[in-house]
């Protein structure tokens, strides 16, 4: 466990840097936290379960055990410091509530935090939240979309817009897209194409795709999940 008066300068030094405070380390805090790292993204992390903590230590660029939803240890940890935050605690709303609403009284500029239902989604909005984030219904929602189309994978971009990976529908091989007329016919654009022993590259007028060229297919969700029917 790290002392708080000395930690404080460290947590200072981490916020000056392309850094996020994530408060709760479970598992789907503890994953954004080292995926955040990987992405060299400097994180502090924090939680209230000695043995969540001892798992991260040396992972993270700091990890402290401290209990989020008191104001003074907030201060101490110098998270008013910090320009995001992400409350990922997901066993006690009450705690998620209070954390949240400790962070906007600090006035911290981007705070995002997980809801584990409708209900506490609601609350973290009305409070100020700046994103609230329902892990398990988005990836509910992302895998029936896959279980019942033909996509490779599927991103939901925002309400009735969404992006799919699929192959190249064989009416599309040796031609242009501007001679393909893809957003005329289909009402889909492509936005990027991969050969299929090669990179991702951006798609224009001009690209002209072939037999197993993969496809990021962008544009209203109905109209994406049709395209990649198409084969």
């Keep these: 466990m790290v002392k708080f008066l000395s930690f404080r300068e460290d947590a200072r030094r981490i916020a000056e840097a392309d850094s996020v405070a994530v408060i709760g380390l479970g598992r789907f805090g503890a994953s954004l936290a080292l995926e955040l790292m990987a992405s060299g993204t400097e994180v502090l992390g924090i939680d209230s379960d ?33 320009d995001r935050v992400v409350v990922a605690i997901g066993t006690d709303i009450k705690a998620s509530i209070l954390t949240a609403s400790l962070l906007l009284q600090l006035k911290v500029p981007v705070i995002w935090a997980k809801a584990v239902d409708e209900q506490h989604g609601m609350i973290l909005e009305q409070l100020g939240v700046h994103k609230v984030i329902s892990p398990e219904k988005e990836m509910g929602r992302r895998v029936a979309h896959l279980v019942r189309g033909a996509a490779a994978d599927y991103l939901e971009i925002d309400k009735g817009y969404a992006m799919v990976k699929t192959v190249a529908p064989a009416h599309l091989h040796g031609i242009t897209l501007t001679e393909a007329a893809v957003r005329t016919e289909h009402g889909v654009t492509i936005a990027a194409y991969k050969p299929g022993h090669g990179e991702w590259r951006n798609a224009d007028a001009d690209t002209v795709l072939r037999a197993g060229d993969v496809l990021l297919v962008v544009g209203p969700t109905s109209r994406v999940e049709a395209f990649a029917q198409l084969r």
Excluded: H, M, P, Y
């Design 50 to 82: 000695e043995d969540l903590v001892q798992s991260l230590n040396a992972q993270l660029t700091q990890v402290v055990r401290a209990d989020a939803t008191k104001l003074e240890v907030l201060q101490q940890l110098a998270i008013g410091d910090f």
